[in-house]
């Protein structure tokens, strides 16, 4: 193989040892927020039939997918997982008991423009409530997200959420603006939600472009740009058409976050719309309050994805958490974890003639549950030691000709420097070994 042939694919990592011991420290909080919730995970497959993305997901999200046709199946490799839990859903809806709360840790393909914080291959933590129609479940979310936040050792500043409704900018552009072309809002969104990476005046300018599918006059864009900067929940509830709930929606999800005592960590933000289609109500993101990385996690609410892809509606909402963002913020805020091989013990025969001996020792002590390593070669025994405080390793067992004549193995306690006889046959950990 060539030099450039041992690198993997443009976009996705390998996973060296201490790149995975913080893959599963992440992973590990993951599921512990998600159990704390009382969530059950799922999983789906990590290839589907193409046409589950291609239904709702949005243009941005299709022209990335990785799919290929094989024995005249059109075939994807999951964007991301929220279609595939609605697909699960649908298949078993009669037998669930709603409201439902499951999660997922997968792994997911996009064939995008990559920069700081996003690749092509990335795992995702997801957690989707089926089955609730009030605004109870996003504040659930947001509670779990910022909970998750501060199980990993960021302070209560670094993380922000920002909140919005996408029904509150629909029945206000659908009230004006769009009043004569309602099917212009969902590529409408695809193109605001690039506003924070492209900035207001490009967004004017695709929302003018005539060859777009939105095609706005000026002024119109200028003032949908405008609304994209409101701040204040009231001034956007105030500025809402009669007839419209959005705003009372959003309030109400305000003062359940004051019950969670999270209100301070949630700002209202106008110019969050999510860019895939298939959200329909409250929409909300999770950023690095000092603004240098993309958005950590993103979610809302989905009412219409299910019956979107051939079923019943069923009131949803849930978020994405990906694992590429939050591990490049904890870097830059010197919260990585020291995180060690975990070794208990380290076996080591002086020669080929005490090997049976030190397999015998290992085997013991493996059955206790503890993690071993069995020195394979006979490397110096200062080598040997070394490794082994250099790894975390608690005891050192020692199997000399002196040890197994006697039918003995000697331990060494690396911490305190103690050293202990163990007898082989009747073999005990002694008492206080860590």
């Not at 978020?319 to 080591?348: A, H, Q, T």
Request: aromatic letters at 8%.
């Amino acid at each position: 193989m060539s030099k450039q042939n041992l690198k993997p694919p443009r976009g996705t990592r390998d996973l060296y040892p201490e790149d995975h011991r913080f893959r599963e420290w992440l992973f590990g909080h993951f599921r512990d927020t998600a159990h704390k919730f009382a969530f059950e995970e799922v999983d789906a497959p990590i290839v589907e039939h193409a046409e589950l993305f291609m239904r709702k997901a949005g243009e941005e999200i299709v022209d990335q997918l990785y799919h290929f046709e094989i024995h005249d199946r059109h075939l994807a490799l999951r964007p991301e997982m929220t279609p595939s839990i609605a697909r699960m859903v649908m298949a078993r809806a009669g037998g669930l008991r709603f409201p439902i709360r499951w999660f997922t840790v997968s792994q997911n393909w996009r064939y995008e423009r990559m920069s700081r914080g996003r690749k092509r291959e990335h795992f995702q933590w997801n957690m989707d409530i089926y089955g609730e129609p009030t605004v109870a479940a996003e504040a659930e979310l947001i509670a779990a997200i910022l909970t998750m936040i501060d199980a990993v050792g960021l302070a209560r500043g670094d993380v922000k959420v920002r909140l919005n409704s996408r029904s509150l900018l629909e029945d206000s552009l659908r009230a004006g603006i769009l009043k004569q072309r309602p099917e212009a809002f969902e590529p409408l969104c695809v193109v605001i939600d690039k506003i924070e990476k492209i900035g207001p005046d490009k967004v004017v300018d695709m929302l003018v472009d005539p060859t777009g599918e939105i095609r706005l006059e000026a002024t119109e864009a200028r003032d949908v740009v405008q609304m994209l900067s409101l701040s204040s929940l009231d001034d956007a509830v105030n500025a809402a058409p009669k007839g419209s709930d959005a705003g009372a929606e959003l309030q109400r999800l305000w003062r359940l976050l004051e019950a969670y005592g999270i209100e301070d960590r949630v700002v209202f933000d106008a110019s969050v719309v999510r860019g895939l289609a298939y959200y329909t109500g409250v929409v909300f993101e999770a950023f690095d309050t000092r603004g240098d990385l993309r958005s950590i996690c993103g979610g809302g609410r989905y009412d219409r994805l299910t019956e979107t892809l051939g079923g019943q509606s069923i009131p949803a909402a849930g978020f994405g958490f990906g694992d590429v963002v939050i591990g490049e913020l904890l870097s830059d805020m010197n919260c990585l974890p020291d995180l060690k091989r975990r070794l208990d013990d380290v076996v080591y025969a002086f020669s080929e003639d005490e090997r049976g001996s030190a397999i015998e020792v290992a085997n013991h002590l493996r059955g206790l549950g503890r993690s071993v390593e069995l020195i394979l070669g006979t490397p110096k025994l200062k080598r040997v030691i070394a490794d082994a405080d250099r790894d975390g390793a608690s005891s050192l067992w020692l199997l000399g000709p002196h040890e197994v004549s006697r039918g003995v193995a000697k331990q060494r306690v690396l911490e305190s420097g103690v050293e202990n006889e163990v007898e082989i046959a009747n073999f005990a950990v002694p008492n206080g070994t860590p």
